[in-house]
């Protein structure tokens, strides 16, 4: 009875053990789709570009990601709106710029996350055509959009799921390697 206690409370300290990994942790009740409490920054990003427009345009990229991988609307929103202005000092296809338009204009995270999927595409040409040393990862979560499925572009190989946000936040795979 005693090793019974002991491993008993061995795993309520461990389970209930304080949170080390730096990142924020979350609290989400039932209905709420608002704004979350952030639980994702962002890994540094080590891939290098032709110049640095390209970077800024990339960087905004990335902000946006991060944005629905904490399922902040609004924050998604002025991501996309910097991005369209990055946008405006390299060549990039208009429906790129219109994609990220629609982000912009909208509050709900559910079409911005549908338009990410296709600004995503696009980037991702965009990105391969300009890396000029380092490595990002080309992302998919296999379940995103009833069962589709959904890539993006991430600095670190850990998957932080901007389809999903904290709903499914570690769903994916890495389908390759961008460089």
Not at 99 to 125: C, H, P, W, Y
Request: hydrophobic share 35%; glycine share 6%; charged share 25%.
């Amino acid at each position: 009875m005693r090793n019974i206690t002991i491993i008993f409370i061995s795993a309520l300290l461990l389970a209930c053990g304080e949170n080390k990994s730096g990142e924020k942790t979350v609290t989400v009740s039932e209905g709420d789709s608002e704004k979350h409490e952030l639980v994702y920054n962002g890994a540094k990003r080590e891939a290098q570009f032709k110049n640095e427009e390209v970077t800024s345009v990339y960087d905004a990229y990335n902000k946006l990601k991060i944005a629905l991988v904490n399922t902040d609307a609004e924050a998604a929103q002025d991501a996309a709106e910097d991005m369209i202005s990055k946008m405006e000092a390299v060549e990039v296809e208009a429906d790129l710029k219109q994609v990220a338009q629609s982000i912009a204009s909208t509050k709900d995270i559910n079409k911005q996350r549908a338009n990410f999927e296709k600004l995503t595409a696009g980037i991702k040409t965009f990105v391969e055509e300009n890396i000029s040393d380092g490595t990002l990862y080309y992302q998919y979560c296999p379940m995103a959009f009833d069962g589709k499925g959904a890539y993006w572009i991430s600095n670190e190989k850990k998957i932080f799921n901007p389809y999903f946000g904290d709903v499914m936040l570690n769903c994916g795979t890495v389908s390759e390697e961008i460089k």
